[in-house]
T-cell receptor, first 118, second 113 residues
Framework: SAVISQKPSRDICQRGTSLTIQCQVD?????MFWYRQQPGQSLTLIATANQGSEATYESGFVIDKFPISRPNLTFSTLTVSNLSPEDSSIYLC???????????????FGPGTRLTVL | AQSVTQLDSQVPVFEEAPVELRCNYSSSVSVYLFWYVQYPNQGLQLLLKYLSGSTLVKGINGFEAEFNKSQTSFHLRKPSVHISDTAEYFCAVITGGGNKLTFGTGTQLKVEL
């Protein structure tokens, strides 16, 4: 299974600033995913990031607000820009180990980054 | 579009009692189903998954779930819970051939002495 780490684990930021979250996987993976978990709510997929191509964003999420980088097969960053209190959430990255025989396996999640915007 | 419904937002239960956490999904195509657990201030951990084959799936920590296609359900069960099972439980689905997880709203399991 993939082991995923995230930095920072938590941060408190001022309104209008930006926060970049790093996600490191201990093996090379094709796809990485970024999720948002707002307080008391479930996880919502922000975007899918494949190495060597632009990230694919879900409805309601835009690149200007959530730019993503994927410079290699083990690393990705998510930036949350122009922060507002509504951005206070836990942000999680995940990856799957790729598909074998056409079947979907599972996603492994990082520990999350808890962001509070004042 | 796929969706997941977890009707119970909170489930209180006494230690050593059985528990069932309900999950229903909506999809017109084949699905893969998952249960994840999130302990306080931690990330998500996979409990079990259904991809194909036997409809009764056994996972970690004594949990199991049964895929019921006719009822479009994937309820999670444990015959005897422990205080350490207190956590948030998320049901998730992905339609065959896709790669995007859709999560339910979660069920907070609180085990009391």
């Amino acid at each position: 299974s993939a082991v995923i780490s995230q930095k920072p684990s938590r941060d408190i930021c001022q309104r209008g600033t930006s926060l970049t979250i790093q996600c490191q996987v201990d093996s090379q993976v094709t796809m990485m995913f970024w999720y948002r978990q707002q307080p008391g709510q479930s996880l919502t997929l922000i975007a899918t990031a494949n190495q060597g191509s632009e990230a694919t964003y879900e409805s309601g999420f835009v690149i200007d607000k959530f730019p993503i980088s994927r410079p290699n097969l083990t690393f990705s960053t998510l930036t949350v820009s122009n922060l507002s209190p509504e951005d206070s959430s836990i942000y999680l990255c995940s990856t799957d180990e790729g598909r074998r025989g056409g079947s979907y396996n599972e996603q492994f999640f990082g520990p999350g980054t808890r962001l509070t915007v004042l | 579009a796929q969706s997941v419904t977890q009707l119970d937002s909170q489930v209180p239960v006494f230690e050593e009692a059985p528990v069932e956490l309900r999950c229903n999904y909506s999809s017109s195509v084949s699905v893969y189903l998952f249960w994840y657990v999130q302990y306080p201030n931690q990330g998500l951990q996979l409990l079990l998954k259904y991809l194909s084959g036997s409809t009764l799936v056994k996972g970690i920590n004594g949990f199991e779930a049964e895929f019921n296609k006719s009822q479009t359900s994937f309820h999670l069960r444990k015959p005897s819970v422990h205080i350490s099972d207190t956590a948030e439980y998320f049901c998730a689905v992905i339609t065959g051939g896709g790669n995007k997880l859709t999560f339910g709203t979660g069920t907070q399991l609180k085990v009391e002495l």
